[in-house]
């Protein structure tokens, strides 16, 4: 950043934190250098790193099954508008129920444990993945889709072959936005009931009264999701002139 | 909006039967357990026993007020800050990068510093949705404060209006898609940290609700509280798709 500005705010807040924190340190609130060093801690005594794992391969395998479901599913939405109009209202009916609401039935079916996290992200990410693969497909150019039908392709062929290349680079975009919901779910799930990973560990270390180490749990969440997003981005920026170099040579 | 209206009117009921038949065919089928599933009657009966009682009701009700009442004050706290931030070069060079830095963060995350901090009150529970659900409208209502054709600007200039004006007759309706927009997000993540906010901290709701139901392996209960909040959600996006239709209505005109 070369402007200074933009580190002014943060750094009065972090020093009034510090100040009120080291006034007034209690069982519920610490300081932000106490909260550092506690994240230190953390990571060397492996905990940090294990929990950070255990709620990416949460997030990371329930995005798999929601957006391995949702991605065909969409597509034969977006390609069949007779399907679309029949499925329509079931879609806009479960689409709204928060993932979070599952978590009672989640836990019911599978236990506490990776599957039932895994289940809940799956179906959080599977509805946003729909919609928008679904409105990817169905602004593919049709004179594409009459050429396939004149090469007389099947329809999964037409799909693989002519379909998912046009709309890649809107699927993309919202494999982006989707695996960014995927770790938000994760950690919400691990926050409201199961007892693994970053948001197990935030929680645990509220009730047993470390704030230190509550706070270095919040940053380091807030510092995952931005790394995420942040390597998503220039996932998606590489693929974008991969494509384009494709594109050229052809 | 290739397909009309009216034949969208007449295909959603009966795909909406469909689904309830093809949900009463699994459930009574013996396929799927009883305990996890429970089937479209009985969670019906669910329904009407709790309204009749009233349990349920309440639970939905305290659940509505939360939301309602948290993404409210998020909304207009969103739209004053933003539009400050937004209108303002300087305000935004100061404050900007850290909002960018907030918000990755899940609003769900400040839920155990808020119960560590105030403790398991109601005040509490409505204190995280606000916050929980600002960043949306805030972040929508800085982008449309902030992208003004500069002509209109320029208009504002020569007409030398003072800066609440400008803020309120050029700013606002520049802005109005961004933060309908923004609010609609908001809407959707003030539910969800509602009912995160009644797990945790057991404050009678929906959420308190549910989670009792599936851990006393009550699935009609359970589907029916789900039933309830899938309506929530739906209903709470239909109203502002509605609102945001009537409200910008103007734009379509030229």
Request: aromatic content about 6%; proline content about 6%.
């Amino acid at each position: 950043m070369r402007d200074l500005r933009a580190w002014l705010l943060p750094v009065v807040l972090l020093l009034v934190w510090e100040i009120a924190g080291r006034v007034m340190a209690t069982d519920s609130f610490a300081p932000p250098s106490a909260a550092a060093f506690s994240g230190v801690d953390a990571v060397v005594s492996g905990e940090l790193p294990i929990a950070t794992l255990q709620t990416l391969a949460a997030a990371v395998g329930g995005f798999l099954v929601g957006a391995g479901l949702a991605v065909p599913a969409g597509a034969l939405l977006g390609l069949l508008p007779r399907l679309d109009l029949a499925l329509d209202a079931p879609i806009e009916m479960l689409r709204p129920l928060p993932s979070v609401a599952l978590i009672p039935l989640s836990l019911m079916v599978f236990g506490f444990g990776l599957r039932m996290e895994v289940a809940i992200v799956a179906f959080a990410t599977f509805w946003p993945m729909l919609v928008l693969t679904r409105s990817a497909v169905a602004g593919v150019d049709r004179m594409l889709l009459d050429v396939g039908r004149a090469l007389e392709m099947g329809l999964a062929m037409r799909i693989v072959k002519l379909v998912l290349p046009a709309a890649l680079p809107r699927i993309v975009v919202a494999l982006r936005l989707c695996l960014g919901v995927a770790l938000v779910v994760a950690v919400t799930v691990e926050i409201a009931a199961n007892p693994q990973g970053l948001g197990y560990g935030l929680v645990i270390a509220q009730q047993s009264l470390k704030p230190a180490l509550m706070l270095a749990h919040v940053v380091w969440i807030g510092v995952v999701g931005f790394l995420l997003n942040a390597a998503l981005l220039s996932a998606e920026r590489w693929i974008r002139r991969r494509r384009g170099d494709i594109a050229v040579m052809s | 909006m290739k397909t009309g209206f009216w034949t969208r009117l007449l295909v959603a009921p009966l795909s909406l039967a469909a689904l309830v038949a093809f949900w009463h065919v699994v459930a009574t089928s013996g396929f799927v357990p009883r305990a996890f599933l429970a089937s479209p009657e009985a969670a019906w009966n669910a329904l009407v026993r709790g309204f009749t009682r009233g349990d349920l009701r309440d639970q939905t009700l305290s659940t509505l007020w939360r939301m309602a009442a948290g993404w409210l004050l998020a909304s207009l706290g969103g739209i004053v800050i933003g539009a400050f931030i937004g209108l303002s070069k300087r305000a935004r060079a100061y404050v900007a990068p850290t909002l960018e830095l907030m918000r990755p963060l899940p609003a769900s995350a400040v839920v155990p510093v808020a119960i560590a901090l105030v403790g398991l009150t109601p005040g509490m529970a409505l204190a995280v949705v606000v916050f929980g659900s600002v960043w949306p409208a805030l972040l929508a209502t800085v982008h449309g404060f902030r992208n003004i054709e500069p002509r209109l600007a320029e208009v504002a200039r020569c007409l030398e209006f003072p800066r609440l004006q400008f803020a309120l007759k050029i700013g606002l309706p520049n802005a109005l898609p961004d933060i309908l927009s923004g609010m609609r997000l908001s809407l959707t993540v003030a539910l969800v940290v509602t009912i995160v906010a009644e797990i945790l901290s057991g404050q009678p709701g929906l959420g308190t609700a549910i989670l009792q139901a599936g851990r006393s392996f009550r699935a009609p209960d359970l589907y029916a509280g789900l039933i309830l909040l899938s309506l929530i959600g739906f209903c709470g996006n239909a109203l502002l798709v509605v609102a945001e239709r009537r409200l910008l209505r103007w734009r379509s005109i030229n």
